[in-house]
């Protein structure tokens, strides 16, 4: 069974954006053990609605509060957040087409959730949480 967990490593230093991250991470969890338990299609499916309405909560409010603080890559952002979900998307279509989760489906998972989430988190999303820190900093000066 596939561990994923929320560590140091991901934590970005914005309170919001890591309790957001540490919950995401928990439905990701929650997704593949049920899609390497062979729990089926339809329980898969759930799991995956599950995750997905957790994402775009996530991503539209971190999005707002790249608005909030005028952040300069902005757009960039939110065409990561589009890559990903477009990732989901074709998870959907793999189960619609398939009779369920199966290894391959699972690999996948792997590569364009998981790990692209945690590279997203350690690279992107700490570039927005030091430019508030950074901000706040500067006006207290």
Request: hydrophobic share 35%.
């Amino acid at each position: 069974m596939t561990n994923i967990t929320f560590d140091d490593n991901l934590i970005t230093g914005n309170d919001t954006i890591d309790t957001q991250h540490e919950e995401l991470i928990n439905r990701i969890q929650q997704f593949v053990a049920v899609c390497e338990s062979g729990d089926g299609k339809v329980k898969a499916i759930k799991m995956l609605d599950y995750l997905d309405e957790y994402t775009n909560f996530h991503f539209q409010a971190e999005e707002e509060l790249q608005k909030k603080v005028s952040y300069p890559e902005l757009a960039n952002h939110q065409e990561k957040h589009d890559e990903f979900k477009k990732s989901i998307q074709e998870l959907y279509d793999f189960l619609n087409e398939n009779e369920g989760p199966n290894e391959q489906f699972i690999e996948q998972v792997k590569i364009n959730v998981v790990d692209w989430l945690f590279k997203h988190i350690k690279t992107f999303d700490r570039s927005v949480a030091e430019y508030i820190h950074l901000n706040n900093n500067a006006e207290r000066l």
